[in-house]
């Protein structure tokens, strides 16, 4: 059997989860309380939540999600703005298709479809370049939402359309990048956590060393895990066991694809077309340079400067996914969850995207 | 990865075929594993590091004993 089937065998992952409940339960008797972590990525949030580690995991480790899920974080002006922007003749909308069905405060992109506006779901950015191509008499603007994995794509759709001297092609740049929502949640110190299971594929670009602000300024460890169930669990034992140690540190489980310096092409394709921005987070506010946007001289592309769009105040909902994406509350908290609020009726974007916290617990942790 | 140009290179993913995007790792090879994002490969999947990663771990969980099941 191939390594990589193995992360997924069935007998290894009980074999693992045994060996995680017993350090789990070396460390109640040490500390006298189970460990809190906080796992940062939405697909690592679902797939705790599919392969029902979490679940079998309750009694011994308190898992948190953490604002990882990029539609999720994403404020509600903001996706307002998005809906709005599609809804224009003469543009063609692109997006991924997680956001399709986000509600926006008047309805959402599906709907704006559904009378009539061009909006379509690609799998690559590049293929809304090819779009561009195909209609120049029309806009097309792609919906640019993502963390350190999907931005250095971005930036290949804008050299692409650069390169093809395209005009009618730009994007709504929506950005996040994860180290400041990490600080920002450890500043805020309104979560109390032990620990950290760090995102793989943003690890990929972004290298292992990116996390060593973790241990020297905020004495908090981590380990850069895989998303297979084997993989998980090898990630939290491995935690685990730092915190047993007492020695604060950075752990990287996911050599076969986390290199220390991350993947330099990528960066520095980022650092070519993008610069940071203040962007505005759901429920955390602005950070600081916390998302990248296009750098000045490619303002042809940008969405942003080329269809100023102005909204007003989103209408406020009790959808909590705010306090979600900060680790605050669980979904089941929410008075909506499972009530107004299913994935055939969502009222917050946690419940709608792939990497949803609600969106995990409904399907895969509910108890009736 | 099964065949390789310029910027793309054809794949299999799960049995059937398609071009991704190459620009993020010029040293892949005919034969290596890529890890795929949004049509684009991201890097290189190093499998004697995944080989490792299993063994170590059968090792670790060999050392701590009896069941908690
Ligand atoms: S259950 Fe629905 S309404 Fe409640 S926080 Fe989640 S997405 Fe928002």
């Given amino acids: ?368 | 990865m099964i065949t390789i140009t310029e910027e793309q290179a054809l794949v299999d993913v799960l049995g059937s075929q398609m071009y991704v995007g190459i620009l993020f790792v010029p040293e892949v090879k005919v034969g290596d594993y890529v890890l795929l994002h949004a049509g684009q490969a991201m890097t290189v999947v190093d499998e004697t590091y995944a080989n490792e990663s299993i063994k170590e771990w059968r090792e670790i969980i060999r050392e701590s004993d009896g069941p908690v099941l």
């Fill in chain 1, 1 to 368: 059997m191939r390594a990589m089937d193995l992360f997924s065998d069935t007998d290894l992952t009980l074999q693992s989860l045994q060996a995680v409940i017993r350090v789990a339960e070396q460390f109640k008797e040490k500390y006298k309380r189970a460990p809190v972590f906080m796992e940062v990525c939405g697909s690592h949030t679902m797939a705790f939540a599919r392969s029902g580690i979490k679940k079998r995991l309750n009694d011994h480790v308190e898992l948190i999600s953490g604002p990882g899920c990029p539609v999720c974080v994403t404020d509600q002006k903001s996706i307002d703005a998005m809906i709005t922007l599609g809804e224009s003749p003469n543009r063609i909308l692109c997006t991924f298709g997680d956001m399709m069905r986000v509600p926006g405060s008047r309805h959402s992109l599906m709907t704006a479809k559904a009378a009539g506006n061009d909006i379509r779901v690609v799998y690559s950015p590049l293929d809304s370049v090819k779009i561009a191509e195909e209609n120049p008499d029309k806009e097309i603007i792609f919906l640019g939402i993502g963390f350190e994995t999907t931005i250095p794509i971005l930036t290949l759709a804008i050299r692409e359309a650069e390169k093809k001297g395209i005009m009618n092609y730009s994007v709504w740049m929506t950005t996040k990048l994860v180290e400041p929502a990490i600080r920002a949640l450890l500043d805020a110190g309104e979560v109390k956590l032990d620990g950290f299971l760090l995102p793989g594929h943003v690890s990929v670009v972004m290298g292992e060393e990116k996390y060593g602000f973790l241990p020297k300024e905020y004495g908090m460890s981590g380990v850069i895990s895989g998303f297979e169930p084997v993989q998980l669990l090898s990630g939290m034992y491995k935690l685990m066991a730092l915190l047993l140690e007492g020695k604060p540190g950075i752990i990287n489980d996911y050599q076969s694809v986390v290199t220390k310096k991350g993947n330099r092409f990528a960066q520095e394709m980022m650092d070519r077309y993008l610069t940071p921005f203040g962007e505005e987070w759901r429920g955390m506010g602005v950070i600081p340079d916390s998302g990248l946007v296009l750098r000045d001289r490619f303002s042809l592309y940008d969405a942003k400067k080329k269809f100023q769009i102005s909204m007003d105040q989103p209408r406020k909902t009790k959808c909590r996914c705010g306090e979600i994406i900060r680790g605050l509350i669980k979904p089941e908290e929410c008075v909506l969850f499972n009530k107004g609020c299913t994935p055939l009726n969502p009222i917050g974007p946690c419940m709608v995207s792939t990497e949803g916290t609600c969106s995990a617990h409904y399907q895969y942790m509910r108890e009736d």
